[in-house]
């Protein structure tokens, strides 16, 4: 077989090994009767509604945002009550000093001791607000907003890195029913020379050789069709399984090429640096850390609260507690086993990471959009150069078997004939898959995966 043609089953075998270590983790569905015909635009709104990830990235975001919600009555007070019943005893001495001898002509023992206990129910209600707490409060609440900034980033990814996922498994079944189309023209190309040439071997115009070398290439063309059967078929059971039906899918959307692409390489760079989640993730984990420092600092500094207490039961209260009492108290911790500079220290320091972290994203996310900017450009340029090599395969083919027929030509060209134009067909499926792919990765850099379909209807160059 032709070098092409082994490059596009290597291409293959890559993707649906890819494909096939996903499989693992996804079961393969029970194919009911029928098809599942779906475009790109209605697969890509059902994956975004039904994928587990992103569903589960939704819960995290939801979930963090009740969360930062609460911290919002921080500066509140607190109100609990206390009830106890309990069981006590409590010994008071008290001496009586000058007294002493006046109580002893009434037979009255100096020191007096009094003893009291019985079985108590004690319900107290007691308040405390916060009115100085170092930066405590506006920290957390900072820092609970960050978290939200930063699980919603993670779902955009999670969106994003999902469609990615998405286009290459709808396009690359596309790509593979392209090469299963253009094996089963080859295999069948093959089989009527191989008629052909079984007449013209019988009437003794051609040789036993000459057969047998057209059935060993009709025999290959066969099992070239039959491993494209079969990748076709594990390129719908991961599509199937992505979009979560029982039914097999049939994607209507061609692979296509745009002659145009709206918006030029410095517009996608700009929309990389404003707008990625990733970099947005990244800008949430340095707001997070900065809350913080803000969090160790405060821990340097005094805490004033008010507190107020009011007993509910005073007929049954213990002598040493009041009716009711309030006042403001103040908190300092002079000395701890954690050295809290250190911990001011080290928190600074994940500052000093999420920035580096920043600038790395940024030039990756640069790289990567000019990359994915330049492989488009070039499977644009090589799918329009194809045009003139499938015209000029289709008449060469037509030219070998008039020749091969009129006994100007052999059985061998007819071979090199059918497989160059096979050859030419997977070429320009090939490019039309790796300009699709390049566009999509364009979009992913960019932070704009989901405008995929955007694209894919602007498209002018639609391979049949």
Not at 71 to 83: A, E, G, W
Not at 84 to 91: A, E, F, L, S
Not at 272 to 285: E, G, I, K, S, V
Request: glycine share 6%; with cysteine; hydrophobic share 40%.
């Amino acid at each position: 077989m032709s070098v092409e043609v082994n490059r596009l089953r290597f291409v293959l075998s890559s993707i649906f090994s890819s494909i096939a270590s996903c499989l693992l983790f996804i079961p393969v569905p029970t194919y009911a009767q029928g098809q599942l015909e779906i475009s790109y635009a209605d697969a890509q709104q059902r994956f975004l509604s039904k994928s587990d990830s992103i569903e589960a990235a939704k819960a995290n975001v939801r979930g963090l945002t009740l969360q930062e919600e609460a911290t919002r009555s921080l500066r509140r007070p607190d109100l609990d009550i206390d009830t106890r019943v309990m069981d006590y005893q409590k010994t008071l001495v008290l001496p009586l000093g000058s007294l002493a001898p006046v109580a002893s002509a009434f037979n009255i023992q100096d020191p007096l001791k009094f003893r009291q206990g019985g079985v108590r129910l004690r319900p107290v209600l007691s308040a405390q607000m916060p009115i100085y707490a170092g930066g405590k409060i506006r920290a957390t609440q900072q820092g609970a907003k960050a978290q939200v900034a930063q699980a919603t980033a993670e779902l955009n990814i999670a969106a994003e890195n999902g469609v990615m996922q998405l286009i290459q498994a709808y396009f690359s079944q596309q790509l593979a029913e392209q090469a299963y189309d253009i094996r089963t023209q080859v295999r069948n190309g093959l089989d009527r020379h191989l008629s052909d040439t079984s007449k013209l071997e019988r009437e003794g115009f051609v040789s036993r050789a000459q057969l047998l070398q057209v059935q060993v290439a009709r025999d290959e063309a066969e099992r070239e069709m039959q491993q494209a059967q079969s990748d076709l078929a594990t390129s719908n059971a991961y599509l199937s399984a992505l979009l979560r039906t029982d039914s097999p899918v049939a994607p209507t959307t061609k692979l296509f090429v745009n002659s145009r692409i709206s918006g030029s390489l410095d517009a996608f760079l700009e929309a990389a640096r404003d707008a990625h989640p990733q970099l947005n993730r990244l800008d949430a984990r340095g707001k997070l850390a900065s809350s913080g420092v803000e969090m160790q600092k405060a821990k340097l500094r005094p805490t004033v609260y008010g507190f107020a207490q009011y007993d509910l039961y005073r007929d049954d209260a213990l002598l040493t507690e009041p009716d009711w009492a309030f006042g403001i108290g103040v908190r300092y911790k002079i000395f701890g086993g954690l050295g809290r500079r250190q911990s001011v220290d080290a928190a600074r320091q994940k500052v000093m990471q999420a920035d580096a972290g920043m600038r790395e994203a940024r030039m990756q996310l640069e790289i990567g959009v000019t990359k994915a900017w330049n492989e488009m450009q070039s499977a644009r340029q090589r799918f329009n150069l194809l045009d003139s090599s499938i015209a000029s395969a289709n008449e060469n083919l037509r030219l070998q078997q008039l020749s091969y027929r009129e006994g100007l030509g052999t059985s061998l060209d007819v071979i090199d004939a059918q497989l160059g134009l096979g050859r030419a067909k997977t070429q320009r499926s090939e490019a039309a898959f790796n300009y699709v792919m390049a566009l999509a990765q364009l979009l992913n850099a960019s932070g704009q995966t989901r405008r995929f379909p955007e694209y894919v209807a602007r498209a002018d160059q639609v391979l049949q």
